[in-house]
């Protein structure tokens, strides 16, 4: 019996470093949205207690620390039964290193996978525990589609119930040869910006009240146009990283974007366009300048879920 798990990447449509916390992550207020570009995992049980990863891109670490194994070995600990065992396949789309959270979806899809798998029956609120112990981003892949998310990523908030996002078009691009960092973008972020951070939990609490309130949130809810979508991590990640210059320079000047920005810690980078036909002619009419850049590019739909199991209808 083999179970297959769908994993999607993410987009940062809103990224606010808010300031440090007291362990050491910074305090964010943050807008993600799950594309439907989507890694692929096929698991098997095995009776020997093994948990093995074998994965289609060579270049992927496939060991403990792995987060798939790490969300793999954390499920078996706690649910006192060393002698469960997965083979588990890894079909790999999203780009690695990319501000894509491919990982954590990976990881987030290995734990709703495995606890179906091995019989497990953890609850969603167990799960999302499980999740924020092993990466920031982590629940929110396991609940995807648009959310806010506060503190250092984990504590998610709905836009309004029942939302489903809107039908734009996202066209994506990572330069192949290029990865950030997240540990890094965040330390830089400290080194330049630390003398704006603030931190008294009001403060905190009146910046992510102006963003449940504010244009983003009603553009999102279909209540009017996109602002300019702001990610604290762009303005220092791009001074660094070439690619990111050009390829924010370039996604600007095609078609009529609603707007343009660097995903996470970068350096992927997208421009959402009213929908996919507009993306997919801004994509054409770019093709020679990405591909003379050496540019990779999706073009890409917006999901109302994150990870799901093939077969089971997503829970908006
Ligand atoms: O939680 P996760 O392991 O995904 O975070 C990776 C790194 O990113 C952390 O070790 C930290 O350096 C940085 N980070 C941060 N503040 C956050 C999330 C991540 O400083 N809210």
């Given amino acids: 019996m083999t179970l297959t798990a769908l994993a999607p990447a993410k987009i940062n449509l809103h990224l606010e470093v808010l300031g440090l916390r007291s362990d050491g992550y910074h305090e964010l207020a943050m807008v993600m949205q799950s594309l439907d570009l989507v890694d692929t995992l096929r698991f098997t049980p095995t009776a020997d207690g093994q948990i093995s990863l074998s994965c289609d891109r060579p270049e992927l670490p496939s060991g403990a620390d792995n987060l798939i194994v790490k969300a793999a070995q954390?499920?078996?600990?706690?649910?006192?039964?060393?002698?469960?065992?997965?083979?588990?396949?890894?079909?790999k789309r999203i780009p690695i290193g990319a501000g894509l959270a491919g990982g954590s979806s990976d990881g987030a899809a290995a734990l709703l996978g495995l606890n179906q798998l091995w019989g497990l029956g953890f609850s969603q609120e167990a799960l999302l525990g499980f999740a924020a112990e092993l990466g920031s981003d982590m629940p929110?892949?396991?609940?995807?589609?648009?959310?806010?998310?506060?503190?250092?990523?984990?504590?998610?908030?709905p836009l309004a119930p029942g939302q489903v996002p809107p039908s734009w078009g996202v066209l994506l691009i990572k330069h192949p040869a290029v990865s950030v960092s997240t540990p890094w973008a965040y330390g830089r972020c400290r080194e330049?910006?630390?003398?704006?951070?603030?931190?008294?939990?009001e403060d905190f609490e009146q910046r992510r009240q102006s963003l449940r309130l504010g244009p983003?949130?009603?553009?999102?809810?279909?209540?009017?146009?996109?602002?300019l979508l702001r990610n604290d991590l762009q303005a220092v990640v791009a001074p660094e990283v070439e690619s990111v210059t050009l390829g924010l320079q370039l996604l600007r000047g095609a078609g009529h974007p609603l707007a343009v920005?660097?995903?996470?810690?970068?350096?992927?980078?997208?421009?959402?366009?009213?929908?996919?036909?507009a993306a997919g002619a801004a994509r054409a009419e770019l093709?020679?300048?990405?591909?003379?850049?050496?540019?990779?590019?999706?073009?890409?739909?917006l999901l109302p879920a994150g990870v799901t199991l093939e077969g089971a209808a997503p829970s908006a």
């Avoid at 330049?192 to 939990?201: G, K, N, P, Q, V």
């Fill in 216 to 227: 983003l949130s009603q553009a999102l809810r279909g209540e009017g146009s996109l602002p």
């Fill in 192 to 201: 330049m910006r630390a003398d704006f951070y603030l931190s008294r939990e």
């Fill in 140 to 157: 929110y892949c396991l609940e995807g589609g648009t959310r806010l998310c506060f503190g250092r990523g984990e504590r998610l908030e």
């Fill in 287 to 301: 093709a020679s300048a990405l591909q003379a850049a050496g540019f990779e590019s999706w073009c890409c739909g």
């Fill in 261 to 277: 920005a660097m995903s996470g810690s970068g350096p992927s980078l997208f421009a959402l366009h009213r929908d996919l036909e």
């Fill in 74 to 91: 954390l499920l078996r600990s706690r649910s006192g039964l060393p002698e469960l065992g997965a083979a588990i396949e890894l079909e």
